[in-house]
């Protein structure tokens, strides 16, 4: 138990930030787009790297610089590419919730229709709702964020993976408290930003949300291209 609570804590360490993946899940619970899916595929991808990293992986990278540089300038790429992609979301926030226009249309037909004409103000009354991704891009997404993101092959593979191994045949249970604390980061963020999307269901709401990723992204690229790890 000693053990497994240890591995919790230090992955808690590690992942409890809003970095590029805890970022773009936040989103995802916020917009009720496949949490389920979103959350699922974040844990493997952290169970892939964990995984690899205690069975010595993160050895090889630590001891080999220009693989390390090369994920580096992969990592810069994607970040930035990612960065691209959450400003033009933002930018198109207004056609974010489609039905919106409808419900202002039908909100109009409701006011000039006569009193019991059957309008019954439905329009106003109507939920707005957000498009939903696919689920080939949501995997995508969610796995491209975990796995292709520098910094998780450091805390992860690297970091993680070398304390695992300073625990011997016990490494495992080290790196079945790790994986715990992914899953109970994960969900919380996701199922918790889904909670709250009730009150934040609206365009202005993705727009400053598409923003604060994309600047989230950049500056961790930028950390990356002129930092290192």
């Known amino acids: 138990m000693t053990i497994l609570l240890t591995g919790l804590l230090t992955c808690l ?22 949490v389920l899916l979103a959350v699922t595929c974040c844990i493997f991808g952290d169970i892939l790297l964990i995984a690899l990293g205690t069975a010595g992986v993160g050895a090889v990278l630590d001891h080999a610089p220009w693989l390390m540089e090369v994920l580096r300038w992969l990592g810069v790429s994607y970040l930035t590419w990612f960065a691209y992609r959450s400003f033009r979301s933002a930018r198109r926030a207004g056609q974010a919730l489609k039905p919106e226009v ?3 249309l039908s909100s109009q037909q409701d006011d000039d229709a006569p009193v019991g004409s059957g309008g019954g ?7 707005q709702r957000v498009q939903v991704t696919r689920i080939s891009a949501i995997a995508a ?7 292709l993101n520098p ?17 011997g045949d016990q490494r495992w249970l080290f790196a079945g408290g790790a994986v715990l604390a992914s899953i109970i980061w994960f969900s919380a963020l996701a199922l918790g930003g889904a909670a709250l999307s009730k009150w934040l269901n609206r365009p202005r ?3 400053v949300l598409d923003i604060l990723v994309g600047a989230i992204m950049l500056v961790v690229a930028g950390l990356l291209a002129f930092s290192g790890f």
């Open 13 to 34: 360490a590690l992942i409890v930030a809003i970095g590029p993946q805890s970022a773009w899940l936040l989103r995802q619970g916020l917009r009720r787009d496949r």
């Open 102 to 104: 409808h419900v202002e």
């Open 121 to 127: 103000g439905s329009g106003v009354k109507q939920a």
């Open 141 to 147: 997404t969610g796995l491209s964020v975990s796995i």
């Open 151 to 167: 910094h998780a092959w450091v805390d992860t593979m690297v970091v993680l993976g070398t304390m695992a191994n300073t625990f």
């Open 205 to 207: 709401t993705w727009q």
